[in-house]
Structure formats: C-alpha cells, structure tokens
C-alpha cells in the first residue's frame, strides 16, 4: 500500500462517513412524514434498481450467476437479507420518532460488538484492552436496564445487534459488497413490492405519478444508501480496515450531535452516564486498533 492510496482511502471512508453522518441522517428524516414502512420499501426497491444498472454498467453479472449457484453463498445472502432490511427498519424508524441519539448509540457500540461476536462465534483472540471495551459496554447496557427500562435505547440495540450479526454471517463467504447487496436487495424485494401493493391499495402511498417531484424525493432514497456504503468500502479497501474503522466514528458522532443539537432530542442524565461508559469503551477500542495497525 502505497501513501498515495492510503490517502484516496481516507478521504473515501472520510467522505463515507460524514455523507452518512449528515446527509443521510438529515435526508431521512426529512422525508420520515411518508411513513417508515413506505421509506423502507422504497429504499429497498430503488438500491435494487440502481444495483442493477451498476451490474449491467460494469459487466458483473457472471459474478451475480456465481454467488446464486453456490449454494453455500445463496443461503448466508438469503439470511443477511432480513439482517439488514431489520437494520434499515429500526434505523428509519428511529429518525422517525426522534431516536437518533439512540440510533447512534447503536452505531457506537456495533463495532466492539462485532469483535465481540467474532470471539464468540469465530474464536479470534481477544487482547485485554478489548475484553474491557467489551465489559463497558454490557455495563452501559445494564445500567440502563437497571436504572430504567424506558431510558434503554432498545431501537439502537436492534440497530446495533443487527448489524452486527450482519457482519459476522457475512464473513462466512467472499462476495463483493455491491453484488452481496444487490442479491439481498432482490431477495427481499418481492416483500417490500406486496408491502407497497398494500400501502397503495389503501391510499397511503406518498409515492404517485400525479406527484412527480415527490416520486424524486423518494427515490433519493436509493442513491443515499449506495453512495456512502461504495464510498466507505472503497475507502477500507485502500486504507485498510483498521484505519475505516477509526473513520467510521464519524458517523455516530455526527449522528448524536444533530439528534442533541439540531433536532433536541432529549437526553437524561442515565443516558449521559451510559454514553460516558460507550465512549470510554470506543476510546480504548480506537486506540487499541491505533496500536495494531
């Protein structure tokens, strides 16, 4: 790896992590008023369609072939699927009902608990300064179950827990993330088109033909996955996912300032005390991966 690629991967996972901090978080909410579901099954179908012109675009279809036939591959992709369409839901939902903070709570913490599955499931070693992230963060966790159910960010724990296991069952095959992605797009898809039969037949649908510029808005949906996530891997593939990963702080960080800031989420002393603990818990984390890398 030479200065100049590590630099371009930087600035990729740089660019990733703050269009997801902001934009994303922003564009999200800003279009919550058609509903979680109706974004939801809009952000699946149109990350479907523009994965699909991407594929045609650059000739990756024998790739798309290969993964289907194996057998092995096709299962892990047919589970991840419900994994992140699970994931999309709770985070939609959380910049819906005003939950950001707590989203981003879940985004703090994915990342100790992936290494934390991956000890689990994949028996890797842990050295001690992970094993403490680790415990801080189950302390933070029943903290809060302690104190106070209704202060446990349970929509960031889903967020969190599901992309977590996301990332673990993901590491069983070696499919590129845009190809993986469009296979669990499209696995999901024929769900997320009743969903949207049954929205439409009732009159709830924001998207209509007699509304061409909200029909736009909605798609925006699509491209607003797709270009952080190509951004972010692109960025892991020239930096190297040690680096990413400290980039990838960004975006819950970013996240939890709009939620305090821009959107005044309200944030209690217990979660105070419990976000203390994760971000003593990421502190550890960071500089650990700082060190090995």
Request: charged share 15%; with cysteine; net charge positive.
């Amino acid at each position: 790896m030479n200065k100049e690629e590590f630099k371009k991967g930087v600035l990729s996972a740089t660019l990733g992590s703050l269009w997801w901090g902001i934009l994303g978080t922003y564009f999200f909410q800003f279009i919550t008023f058609v509903g979680t579901l109706e974004v939801v099954v809009h952000r699946c179908i149109w990350t479907s369609c523009i994965l699909l012109i991407t594929t045609l675009i650059f000739n990756k279809w024998y790739l798309v072939k290969q993964s289907i036939i194996n057998k092995k591959n096709f299962f892990i992709l047919f589970v991840t699927s419900f994994l992140i369409f699970g994931n999309w839901t709770a985070w939609i939902y959380a910049v819906a009902t005003n939950r950001i903070i707590d989203a981003s709570y879940g985004y703090f913490i994915f990342p100790i608990l992936t290494v934390f599955f991956d000890y689990l499931f994949l028996k890797e070693k842990l050295n001690k300064k992970r094993i403490f992230s680790i415990l801080l963060v189950i302390i933070s966790i029943l903290f809060l179950i302690m104190v106070s159910m209704k202060s446990l960010p349970w929509v960031g724990l889903i967020v969190a827990f599901s992309w977590a296991f996301y990332n673990l069952v993901r590491k069983k095959i070696s499919v590129d993330t845009d190809i993986g992605l469009l296979i669990e797009s499209l696995i999901i898809l024929p769900i997320a088109l009743i969903i949207f039969y049954f929205i439409a037949t009732k009159g709830y649908n924001d998207f209509k033909l007699s509304d061409p510029s909200m029909m736009f808005l909605i798609f925006l949906a699509g491209p607003m996955t797709i270009i952080p996530l190509f951004l972010y891997v692109r960025g892991v593939e020239l930096c190297g996912l040690g680096p990413a990963g400290m980039i990838f702080y960004i975006t819950p960080s970013l996240q939890f300032l709009l939620g305090y800031f821009y959107y005044d989420e309200l944030f209690s002393i217990t979660k105070l005390v419990s976000f203390i603990l994760i971000w003593i818990a990421v502190i550890i984390y960071l500089k650990d991966l700082h060190e090995t890398n």
